[in-house]
T-cell receptor, first 108, second 114 residues
């Protein structure tokens, strides 16, 4: 069955430290992968997508097909990065499957 | 553009009552999604529509749940009768094109069933 795992429910790091939010998926195909973010009192919104190979707010995500992972990374965390992060592979043209989310807390 | 609009933002009801959640997608978007978010299960897709037609409702938990989209600018999610385990945040999202396009989420409706 298709599944996405975000092993850390909560991740707490100090400001300026590197951040890595893990995401592993089980899917036989080559899904397109997304990271969505929900800041406090804001709507869930797209952070970045794999196909765009982009860096948004200093975050990047590398697809490792061998490990079926799509970890989200940022070299230097900032306080405004505190939020809930969801990894979401697209398993078809019509459906995303969602991880349980990781709450990231950046300590001053 | 106000984005996806959901109402009400908060709903408290008693077990057995009917609950109707409402959603107005972004104009021009042809996909509409209903999600439920709980601490235990995270974010779950309940149902989605394409051009007002329900495409996949396999995520709808029980017959007590029903969703309609009578036109391109309005959708409802109804729970009848409601139960305490239905307490959750319900999100509506819309997108233009396939799921590979960005989904825009509404602010959510926090439902509490006593």
């Amino acid at each position: 069955a298709q599944r996405v795992t975000q092993p850390e429910k909560l991740l707490s790091v100090f400001k300026g430290a590197p951040v890595e939010l893990k995401c592993n998926y089980s899917y036989s195909g080559s899904p397109e992968l997304f990271w969505y973010v929900q800041y406090s009192r804001q709507r869930l919104q797209l952070l970045l997508r794999h196909i765009s190979r982009e860096s948004i707010k200093g975050f990047t995500a590398d697809l490792n097909k061998g490990e079926t992972s799509f970890h989200l990374k940022k070299p230097f965390a900032q306080e405004e990065d505190s939020a809930m992060y969801y990894c979401a592979p697209a398993i078809s043209n019509y459906q995303l499957i969602w991880g349980a989310g990781t709450k990231l807390i950046i300590k001053p | 553009d106000a984005g996806v609009i959901q109402s009400p933002r908060h709903e408290v009801t008693e077990m057995g009552q009917e609950v109707t959640l409402r959603c107005k997608p972004i104009s021009g978007h042809d996909y509409l999604f209903w999600y439920r978010q709980t601490m235990m299960r995270g974010l779950e897709l309940l149902i989605y529509f394409n051009n007002n037609v329900p495409i996949d409702d396999s995520g709808m938990p029980e017959d007590r749940f029903s969703a309609k989209m009578p036109n391109a600018s309005f959708s409802t999610l109804k729970i009848q009768p409601s139960e305490p385990r239905d307490s959750a945040v319900y999100f509506c999202a819309s997108s233009f094109g396939t799921v590979r396009d960005t989904q825009y989420f509404g602010p959510g409706t926090r439902l509490t069933v006593l």
